[in-house]
């Protein structure tokens, strides 16, 4: 699963806001949107303006990333990046039910970078459902698991959790 990740990132990466002239689109969307989420109880919400979406499709498969930040001080931040790709579904659109158990290509990851320490969650268990995507908006909503990569017993329980991210990049 850990390889389909790193694939899903690279390709979501490798989409790029270039025309196919090589020149920078500058119609291109600002982050704006909204992610928020219930962590262990506690309201998270994305700082204005880091809410972004990127999607990137080869023939019939899409593959999506959404990211977003909150920034804490200065110098502190979290942040979550949601992938899922249709790649297993046979389902053309990228609106679907994804799990969060490994048998999709769908994952979260959620870092906390605290005085240069960081600490990363990934998503063991839960649902990302997938509502919306339009030419210029992904949406979706989320309840999971996610697990310290380092501690196993270190766990945060996501309930709630909404997003309406623009798409920055194709």
Do not use: H
Not at 5 to 23: R, T
Not at 55 to 81: P, R, W, Y
């Amino acid at each position: 699963m850990a390889r389909i990740l790193v694939l899903l990132l690279a390709v979501s990466f490798m989409s790029c806001s270039e025309s196919s002239d090589g020149f920078v689109d500058p119609n291109i969307k600002t982050g704006l949107g909204s992610f928020v989420v219930e962590i262990d109880d506690n309201d998270w919400s994305a700082t204005t303006g880091f809410v972004n979406a990127s999607i990137s499709k080869n023939d019939s498969v899409s593959t999506a990333l959404v990211t977003s930040v909150k920034n804490l001080t200065v110098s502190d931040t979290e942040g979550f990046g949601v992938s899922f790709s249709n790649i297993l579904s046979g389902n053309p659109s990228l609106e679907d039910t994804y799990q969060l158990d490994g048998t999709t290509v769908a994952t979260i990851v959620f870092i906390r970078s605290i005085s240069d320490n960081d600490v990363t969650y990934n998503a063991i268990s839960g649902e990302l459902k997938i509502t919306e995507v339009s030419s210029s908006n992904v949406k979706g909503t989320f309840n999971a698991v996610l697990q310290n990569q380092e501690d196993e017993n270190d766990t945060l329980n996501m309930t709630g959790g909404a997003f309406n991210a623009a798409i920055t990049t194709r």
